[in-house]
């Protein structure tokens, strides 16, 4: 049914071909992220050094805010071109896909989904532009897929509301300008007694706290964030006061197309550097591409793939329906995520001992991918909602 709905509305033809304004934009971000970022993969990596001059670039380049409209600062683009770009930039360095991912689909994107007109005149015009950094904060050192345990406070005194807790893994963290959290509102109401709040930083009570040591993605940023006696104006409530939890729902059906897309980047990048491996790589008198072996690791890593970016490329075109994405978002994260583990892997494998050395990319592939089956709701979390979608019909 979903398939016959999809097939209708794009003129009954199922066709994720790029057109070709796509396939410049394609052609202009691979072009970008090799030239700008591709020589500092290594360097941001080894130091954890968060690339702040080259995301502002990308702001520029109108790519922090490609899914919002233009009288917001945006680009005025769809999920498809979306993904596109977050897949081009994590096909160089998936840091640089996370950094972007994070701040447009979860932080920019809570805040034009549920603010009001002020907020997002106010806030996303200068987050699609890359003027404003974003981070969104929902995970609690005890809160993870369990969102609705969050003890993160906010009580309401006078004019203000007052943010007291922690949260955790917050993406881009410490170069916020702005962040969404959520908090709870009214603790007798469960899921219904959240809501989420923008805080600008600076505010007073507000800091970012420890900076994760992380196996992969090392140049992004991940960090605490902590609220003590944090006080925001009322205007500050983001939505309607109880929806913070539904809302981040609603937020996470298209960060899940954007991990995805980050996934299949990735698995790309592994797959690429494994095929020019094979071929440069000599033994036994030929190169190693000329044994079955390795045609076939090669054969399914491709396969992989393609059938990673149908999945995602089909929750993309249906975001920009106007569609719910629930079970297609989580079918594309959940699929992309484990392909590009599995991506990696291999990778690491067709390089042999090479593979396990910082000369060549494999290793960081293997690394990196990890955490797409993790971040935005883990492997397990996503087989849940797709069950729960599927037993509702």
């Not at 209708?8 to 396939?23: T, Y």
Request: net charge neutral; with cysteine.
């Amino acid at each position: 049914m979903r398939v016959e709905m999809l097939q209708r509305k794009s003129g009954g033809v199922l066709d994720f071909l790029l057109n070709d304004e796509q396939l410049q934009l394609k052609k202009s971000v691979r072009e970008f992220a090799e030239r700008e970022i591709g020589p500092n993969v290594m360097k941001w990596d080894e130091a954890g050094e968060f690339p702040l001059d080259t995301i502002k670039e990308i702001g520029k380049l109108g790519l922090m805010g490609a899914v919002f409209p233009v009288e917001y600062g945006g680009a005025g683009m769809g999920y498809v071109e979306y993904v596109t770009i977050i897949e081009e930039l994590s096909r160089v360095d998936g840091s640089v896909g996370i950094i972007v991912a994070a701040h447009t689909s979860l932080c920019s994107n809570h805040i034009f989904l549920a603010g009001n007109e002020c907020q997002k005149k106010k806030y996303v015009s200068k987050l699609a532009t890359g003027g404003f950094i974003g981070a969104w904060g929902l995970t609690e050192p005890s809160a993870g897929s369990d969102a609705g345990s969050a003890r993160m406070t906010a009580v309401r005194k006078g004019s203000n509301w007052v943010l007291n807790g922690t949260k955790t893994f917050c993406t881009n963290g410490h170069y916020a300008d702005v962040v969404v959290v959520i908090a709870v509102s009214d603790r007798t109401a469960h899921t219904h007694g959240l809501s989420a709040f923008i805080v600008e930083k600076g505010t007073k009570g507000f800091r970012p706290g420890k900076k994760e040591n992380k196996l992969g993605l090392r140049a992004s940023d991940t960090a605490e964030l902590i609220f003590e006696d944090c006080v925001i104006p009322a205007e500050n409530l983001l939505g309607a006061e109880g929806q913070g939890f539904p809302d981040a729902m609603r937020v996470l059906d298209g960060g899940r197309i954007s991990i995805a897309a980050l996934s299949l980047g990735m698995a790309e990048g592994a797959y690429d550097a494994a095929l020019k491996y094979s071929k440069e790589r000599r033994q036994f008198g030929k190169a190693i591409s000329d044994f079955q072996a390795i045609q076939w690791k090669l054969a399914d890593m491709a396969t992989e793939i393609d059938a990673a970016m149908l999945l995602t490329m089909r929750a993309a075109s249906m975001k920009d329906a106007g569609m719910k994405t629930t079970q297609e978002s989580s079918m594309a994260k959940l699929y992309a995520s484990e392909v590009a583990v599995k991506c990696a892997n291999e990778g690491v494998q067709i390089h042999g001992g090479y593979g396990f050395i910082k000369d060549y990319p494999a290793e960081k592939f293997y690394r990196d991918v990890k955490l797409c089956t993790i971040g935005e709701g883990t492997s397990e979390i996503q087989r849940l909602v797709i069950a729960r979608q599927l037993l509702k019909e």
